[in-house]
């Protein structure tokens, strides 16, 4: 069965087309379920390049409008967030009042201990990957998330490989283990392009390094599109993925319905 549950919309203001747009898309390409995960809003804080707090109730009942709309395709209402221990009560009420599907943990920014925020994407030092590995783990405890998205999205800062990368990758594998929660391969790293390295040439994620962990546990993967324009929806990018991923050994599901 052909499944994509990483998919955004224009509402994040770095993606193209609405959920319509998506849907007919994802039904031209014989997807069968089709879960919208927008990066979401959060209350009282805007962190930028996401969805309006304002849109949230718009987006759900669209989502839920297309679904009896499409009957050769089942749809399911979830976000991508980050988590920040500071809106645990938000998180359980995104289910609770407001009905979502599923959450994904898209860790970009990411609480230190302290308090402080901040973004993977300007890491110092390998150092930060240990830090954002526990922003994570906290996040997979508390059992509200149903998929991590791109796991090893640290690894696409500028730095070789080193203990620090493989404790970081430790740490999130052990816990995704513990709490039997599913890891996202993610197929807009593919997108990307090649990077070159100090330590070499390779995508920025997924890191073949980190998956070779995965490998030896029996953590189930999921292959999410992680699009931003309808039709990279089950694009070849999507098709590579799973390719990778199985070659890999890895135990891919298509499906967390
Ligand atoms: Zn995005
Ligand atoms: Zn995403």
Known sequence: MRTNFHTHTQ???????????????????NVEQLGFSDHAPFPDKDFGLRMQFAELGDYLDTIGRLNEKYSN????KGLEIEYHPVYDDYYRQLFDVYKLDYLILGEHMYTMPDGDIKNIYFAQSTKDYLDYAKGICDGIKTGLFNIIAHPDLMFMNKFAWDDNCKRASEMI??????YN????FNANGYRRGKVIYPDGERYQYPDVRFWNMVRDTNIRVIIGSDCHEPHQVFDEK????????????LNVIE???
């Open 11 to 29: 509402r994040c203001l770095h993606a193209f087309g609405d959920e319509e747009d998506y849907v007919i898309e994802a039904v031209k390409r």
């Open 73 to 76: 395709i089942q749809l399911f």
């Open 181 to 184: 929660i599913v890891l996202e």
């Open 255 to 257: 499906t967390i319905f």
């Open 173 to 178: 594998i052990e816990s995704a283990e513990k």
């Open 238 to 249: 999507v098709e590579f993925a799973y390719k990778t991923a199985s070659s890999l050994g």
